[in-house]
């Protein structure tokens, strides 16, 4: 097994390297890059676990916390006998 370093100039030359056709086996595979992409730049200590979160999050921990949840009674239509 390749060291992470050598790992993530293969993976990223590969993912230059697939076509910008959208097929769905493009598509896969290029999402498994990134998968791998991402646990060699965690390996090679290049990113946090806490920094890979957040790119990869279209949320952040702050909107988490000033979020609320917002309930409303569900009304349903009952027929009348």
Do not use: W
Not at 6 to 27: K, M, Y
Not at 53 to 65: G, I, K, L, M
């Amino acid at each position: 097994m390749l060291p992470a370093e050598q790992r993530l100039l293969l993976i990223n030359e590969t993912l230059r390297a697939i076509p910008a056709i959208p097929t769905t086996a493009n598509t896969f595979f290029r999402k498994e890059l990134l998968r791998l992409q991402d646990a060699a730049r965690l390996e090679s200590g290049q990113v946090t676990r806490e920094q890979l979160q957040a790119e990869n999050s279209p949320r952040s921990e702050e909107d988490f916390v000033y979020a609320r949840a917002h309930f409303r009674p569900c009304v349903r239509i009952r027929p009348r006998v």
